[in-house]
């Protein structure tokens, strides 16, 4: 159940929502409240990845991701730990723009580990390739795999 944040004299019910936001009251709202409010959610605690020590959002991958001309939007995590060390690797659909770019893998690569503090492996494959595979299938895309046992 939801319950209120500031104050007990108004309950509410509470449910666990597993969201992961952070409160603020250290300026007024654009509207001019000055109330202790949640400010732009993160995440999800269950949508999480850890690897190797770092925890991170696959919405963060997906933001870089994005930001790249010439690979499609599209994208893949896949986190091995089949191994006594865990390797992550990002797929992502390269366009006919980027085909031609063989720095791409490795600009792209930079970019997921400044952003989310991880070496990934880039791995390119052709327009559509993600959706055969079934990422985008049914109303949500699974944009994780994880291989192996969980540490």
Do not use: W
């Given at each position: 159940m939801y319950t209120n944040l500031v104050g007990d004299t108004q309950p509410l019910l509470r449910y666990r929502s597993r969201d992961l936001g952070r409160l603020s009251d250290s300026e007024p709202c654009e509207c001019g409240r000055t109330l202790v409010r949640i400010e732009r959610l993160e995440g999800r605690s269950d949508d999480m990845i850890s690897y190797r020590g770092q925890n991170f959002f696959p919405s963060a991958v997906e933001q870089v991701v994005r930001e790249f001309a010439g690979i499609s939007?599209?994208?893949?995590?896949?986190?091995?730990?089949?191994?006594?060390?865990?390797?992550?690797?990002?797929?992502?659909?390269?366009?006919?723009?980027?085909?031609?770019?063989?720095s791409l893998p490795d600009r792209l690569a930079e970019a997921i580990r400044r952003a989310v503090g991880v070496r990934a492996r880039i791995e390119m494959l052709e327009p559509g390739a993600l959706a055969a595979a079934g990422v985008a299938s049914g109303l949500k895309a699974k944009r994780v795999i994880e291989l192996g046992p969980e540490h």
């Amino acid at each position: 159940m939801y319950t209120n944040l500031v104050g007990d004299t108004q309950p509410l019910l509470r449910y666990r929502s597993r969201d992961l936001g952070r409160l603020s009251d250290s300026e007024p709202c654009e509207c001019g409240r000055t109330l202790v409010r949640i400010e732009r959610l993160e995440g999800r605690s269950d949508d999480m990845i850890s690897y190797r020590g770092q925890n991170f959002f696959p919405s963060a991958v997906e933001q870089v991701v994005r930001e790249f001309a010439g690979i499609s939007p599209e994208y893949r995590i896949v986190v091995d730990r089949r191994r006594t060390l865990a390797a992550l690797g990002v797929q992502v659909e390269v366009l006919a723009a980027g085909r031609d770019d063989p720095s791409l893998p490795d600009r792209l690569a930079e970019a997921i580990r400044r952003a989310v503090g991880v070496r990934a492996r880039i791995e390119m494959l052709e327009p559509g390739a993600l959706a055969a595979a079934g990422v985008a299938s049914g109303l949500k895309a699974k944009r994780v795999i994880e291989l192996g046992p969980e540490h």
